[in-house]
């Protein structure tokens, strides 16, 4: 073993600096800086470089967690990208957004009483250091493919695609409702998460590589999917789930309540320096106002951590369990409580309260039943405990689910599962339409960046096999 591993002993776990949470209310930049070279090194040389890597296991891309930890510690980071970017498309928007606490870190085997490698801080710093360095080029493809391939979508998914088709040397043509691309990335994650300029980079990059983006190109609006079939060898459908699930309290349909989506997009936009009018007119921006967020999730903590920046008088988070059942992610839950969001645990709404504009929400407190069929403890209304929260602005953030893409994109004949989500041979990736792909949330349901990605690389490497045995049994 080189003497740079093995480290955990006498080096501790060492996050890269974190700005104070009074500084960081002033800005939409990101929460944690960049390690520098000495700490990237010292962490990563913490690794004890397992002989079963749990880390490299549990990563949803298989990432060769092990040895670009050991490159780095070793000093040769231009291979340790080399070896991050051959399994993954987006290593330093990886490093920053996925759950580590769940995925690589949580599963850490370094030694019972040590804390885990800090993998993904590491692997975000090798991709930034790549980026700096000018080691990143456009894709430069060994030959021309005359086969073009049509994208809907360039969210993770999409992208990933994407990049790996071209590298082949495929016409991709990517294909998004949107004016940029990015997708979530970049309309739906907040800057303090993953800054946009990080997301502007790799989809810049993809451009120089040839891929052709068709942008405010709604499909169903400005083509069906039949008109893009007839145009391209093969499609891949990466739409993203959108549809926000709704709640049913009396009150619901009053003006200043808000579905996530549309807030986060608005305050997305106007760091990205774009003209939102329902910002402007103050129907989308929290300043000076009482805040409800509802639901626990990652986009609940997205919005709540969005009204503190946008100087709102105060921000509650109603959750219907508490802390240690909800899904949000740990380290975001205690990043909104350092900025000043008050989490109220164990509480539903029972109805919102106003005559044209919501006042207030009337919510109820809850408690842990039976456990359900997943064993999950069902929430209850305790009896006789209505209380109610001050409130301007009511946003819900309870989740998304598809849209009905068969009507959508006028392709009855496409087959969806009865929760809406394209429906798959999950050993092709294959609709049951012959040529037609589909990849990411539009077939997992809302999930995440880290396995969009995967399902974008593993549906590229389906196409290609599928285009490759059309071309032998054509000829
Ligand atoms: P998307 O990113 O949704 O991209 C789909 C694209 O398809 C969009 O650009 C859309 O405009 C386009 N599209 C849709 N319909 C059409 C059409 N008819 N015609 C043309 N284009 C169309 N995951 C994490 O790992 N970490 C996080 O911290 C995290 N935070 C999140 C915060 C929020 C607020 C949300 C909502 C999600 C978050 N996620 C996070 C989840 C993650 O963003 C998604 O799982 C991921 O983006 C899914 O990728 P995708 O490519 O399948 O879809
Ligand atoms: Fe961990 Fe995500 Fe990177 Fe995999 S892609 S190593 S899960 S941070
Ligand atoms: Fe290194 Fe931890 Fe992975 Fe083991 S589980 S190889 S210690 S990062």
Redesign the pocket.
């Known amino acids: 073993m080189a003497d740079d591993l093995l480290k955990f002993v006498s080096i501790e776990q060492r996050m890269p600096a974190k700005r104070a949470a009074a500084e960081r209310l002033k800005d939409f930049e990101e929460v944690y800086a960049e390690f520098d070279t000495k700490g990237a090194k010292e962490q990563a040389s913490r690794c004890s470089q397992c002989g079963v890597p749990f880390c490299h296991i549990h990563c949803p891309l298989g990432n060769n967690i092990p040895d670009w930890l050991r490159l780095t510690a070793e000093d040769r980071l231009e291979d340790a990208y080399e070896m991050a970017a051959s399994t993954n498309n987006m290593p330093e928007i990886?490093g920053?957004?996925?759950?580590q606490d769940r995925l690589c870190e949580g599963n850490c085997v370094i030694e019972k009483d040590f804390d885990s490698v800090t993998i993904g801080s590491v692997e975000k710093y090798i991709a930034d250091t790549a980026w700096e360095n000018g080691w990143i080029k456009p894709i430069t493809p060994p030959r021309e493919l005359e086969q073009s391939i049509g994208i809907?979508?360039?969210?993770?998914?999409?992208?990933?695609a994407a990049e790996e088709l071209r590298k082949q040397g495929y016409q991709v043509h990517v294909?998004?409702?949107?004016d940029r691309?990015?997708?979530?990335?970049?309309?739906?994650?907040?800057g303090f998460?993953?800054e946009k300029d990080v997301v502007g980079r790799r989809t810049g990059r993809l451009e120089q590589s040839g891929i052709t983006f068709h942008l405010d190109?709604?499909?169903?609006?400005?083509a069906e999917l039949g008109e893009l079939r007839e145009k391209h060898d093969a499609l891949l459908i990466?739409?993203?789930?959108?549809r926000a699930r709704g709640l049913k309290v009396p009150g619901v349909g009053m003006k200043n309540i808000r579905e996530?989506?549309d807030y986060?997009i608005a305050s997305n936009r106007k760091g990205l320096g774009d003209t939102v009018p329902e910002f402007e007119s103050g129907a989308l921006d929290a300043k000076g106002k009482n805040v409800v967020v509802i639901g626990g999730?990652?986009?609940a903590?997205?919005?709540v951590r969005t009204a503190v920046r946008q100087g709102a008088r105060s921000v509650k988070c109603v959750y219907r369990r508490d802390r240690e059942n909800m899904p949000g992610?740990v380290r975001?839950v205690l990043n909104a409580e350092e900025e000043g969001v008050e989490f109220v645990w164990l509480a539903g709404p029972e109805a919102f309260v106003g005559t044209d504009k919501v006042e207030g929400v009337r919510a109820y407190k809850m408690r842990l039943g039976a456990p359900d069929a997943t064993g999950r403890q069902t929430p209850e209304p305790v009896p006789g405990s209505s209380f109610t929260l001050d409130c301007d602005l009511a946003v819900l953030?309870l989740g998304?689910e598809p849209?009905d893409?068969p009507a959508?994109?006028g392709a009855p004949e496409l087959r969806v599962t009865r929760w809406g989500t394209v429906t798959v041979d999950h050993s092709t990736m294959m609709t049951n339409l012959p040529g037609v792909f589909a990849?990411?949330?539009?077939?997992?349901g809302?999930?995440?960046?880290?396995?969009?990605?995967r399902?974008?690389r593993d549906a590229a490497s389906a196409i290609h096999s599928f285009l490759q045995q059309e071309a032998v049994q054509a000829a």
């Open positions: 990886c920053r957004i996925c759950p809907i979508g360039a969210g993770p998914a999409g992208l990933a294909y998004d409702r949107h691309a990015g997708g979530l990335l970049i309309y739906g994650i907040p998460k993953l190109f709604e499909v169903g609006r400005e990466a739409t993203g789930v959108y996530a989506l986060l999730g990652d986009t903590m997205d919005c992610s975001e953030a998304f849209e893409l959508l994109f990849a990411g949330d539009i077939v997992r809302a999930s995440l960046v880290v396995w969009a990605i399902d974008g």
